[in-house]
């Protein structure tokens, strides 16, 4: 099996529902607060890790209480943490999510996620190997992300990004991507669908509770997703990214791969919180047995 090297963000998120946004100046009454683990780096680590990869996760934390709890987190994780670097006097990540009606809502400090740097990035990828498969986001600074995909596609790894949050900054890099998984804004911010597609790299768009759309040969081919009640889609699209990857790298073909990611995205709405709610390997395989699938 190919191991995953993931380069991406950390934050620990503030979650609470409420019956909409709050107006200037209104203080609005919500119910169920939650901390969590998050960062779409980590979300996308945990679940290629607890969906069967072998994960090794590059990222940067403060030197505070979340920062070291996350570590933590991701250590019973079984994940390689290794080229996870403190950096003094900044906090880690955080995000404030307010969930209403299911769908999130989120404000995010980037923290310590700012200070990753392109010696990182070269200290995680000393182990990679050709055909190890590479997955980053934006929630890290571009300039960085984009050094991490150059540096896969001359290793020879398969090279994923997730690009979100979208930003045109990272065009300049997306020769060096085999795979771009936005969600229908990003990609509509990187220049449209058809293209992202004319660029040569292979596309999977997410849909949302509409499943994914997979372009080849200038066509678009949509497969739906399996249907489930949404309780919160925090960290859905996480979730199928790092399915997806966990699935190439046991070998899977790639569409094969992002239904199954799809599969474990469409359980995850179904719990709350970011990393709680992703789905294990035997919860996923449950899951698609009760579908008929």
Same mark, same amino acid.
């Given at each position: 099996?190919?191991?995953?090297?993931?380069?991406?963000?950390?934050?620990?998120?503030?979650?609470?529902?409420?019956?909409?946004?709050?107006?200037?100046?209104?203080?609005?009454?919500?119910?169920?607060?939650?901390?969590? #683990?998050?960062?779409?780096?980590?979300?996308?680590?945990?679940?290629?890790?607890?969906?069967?990869?072998?994960?090794?996760?590059?990222?940067?934390?403060?030197?505070?209480?979340?920062?070291?709890?996350?570590?933590?987190?991701? #250590?019973?994780?079984?994940?390689?943490?290794?080229?996870?670097?403190?950096?003094?006097?900044?906090?880690?990540?955080?995000?404030?999510?307010?969930?209403?009606?299911?769908?999130?809502?989120?404000?995010?400090?980037?923290?310590?996620?700012?200070?990753?740097?392109?010696?990182?990035?070269?200290?995680?990828?000393?182990?990679?190997?050709?055909?190890?498969?590479?997955?980053? #986001?934006?929630?890290?600074?571009?300039?960085?992300?984009?050094?991490?995909?150059?540096?896969?596609?001359?290793?020879?790894?398969?090279?994923?990004?997730?690009?979100?949050?979208?930003?045109?900054?990272?065009?300049?890099?997306?020769?060096?991507?085999?795979?771009?998984?936005?969600?229908?804004?990003?990609?509509?911010?990187?220049?449209?669908?058809?293209?992202?597609?004319?660029?040569?790299?292979?596309?999977?768009?997410?849909?949302?509770?509409?499943?994914?759309?997979?372009?080849?040969?200038?066509?678009?081919?949509?497969?739906?997703?399996?249907?489930?009640?949404?309780?919160?889609?925090?960290?859905?699209?996480?979730?199928?990214?790092?399915?997806?990857?966990?699935?190439?790298?046991?070998?899977?073909?790639?569409?094969? /791969?992002?239904?199954?990611?799809?599969?474990?995205?469409?359980?995850?709405?179904?719990?709350?919180? /970011? #990393?709680?709610?992703?789905?294990?390997?035997?919860?996923?395989?449950?899951?698609?047995? /009760?579908?008929?699938?």
């Amino acid at each position: 099996m190919k191991k995953i090297f993931i380069v991406g963000s950390i934050n620990t998120d503030l979650t609470i529902r409420a019956p909409y946004l709050p107006k200037r100046g209104e203080t609005l009454t919500g119910d169920g607060f939650l901390i969590a #683990q998050g960062g779409k780096g980590a979300n996308q680590a945990v679940a290629a890790a607890r969906l069967g990869g072998e994960v090794v996760f590059c990222a940067c934390v403060g030197s505070d209480v979340f920062g070291a709890t996350a570590v933590k987190s991701l #250590q019973r994780e079984k994940i390689d943490v290794s080229a996870i670097r403190t950096a003094e006097g900044v906090s880690s990540g955080a995000a404030v999510i307010v969930v209403i009606d299911g769908d999130n809502r989120i404000v995010l400090d980037k923290g310590a996620n700012a200070c990753l740097r392109e010696e990182d990035v070269e200290r995680a990828l000393e182990g990679a190997k050709e055909g190890d498969i590479l997955l980053a #986001q934006l929630e890290n600074p571009v300039n960085v992300i984009g050094y991490a995909l150059k540096r896969g596609k001359e290793k020879g790894m398969y090279v994923v990004l997730n690009p979100a949050p979208a930003t045109r900054e990272i065009e300049p890099y997306l020769k060096y991507c085999d795979l771009l998984t936005p969600n229908e804004t990003e990609a509509e911010i990187l220049g449209g669908r058809e293209a992202l597609a004319a660029k040569g790299m292979e596309l999977i768009v997410t849909l949302g509770s509409d499943g994914f759309e997979y372009y080849r040969g200038g066509k678009a081919e949509r497969h739906p997703c399996l249907p489930v009640k949404a309780v919160d889609t925090t960290a859905a699209g996480d979730t199928l990214c790092g399915g997806l990857c966990a699935r190439l790298a046991m070998g899977e073909e790639l569409v094969a /791969a992002a239904e199954y990611g799809s599969a474990a995205a469409s359980l995850a709405c179904t719990r709350r919180g /970011a #990393q709680p709610s992703i789905p294990t390997a035997e919860e996923v395989k449950a899951f698609l047995a /009760a579908n008929g699938k």
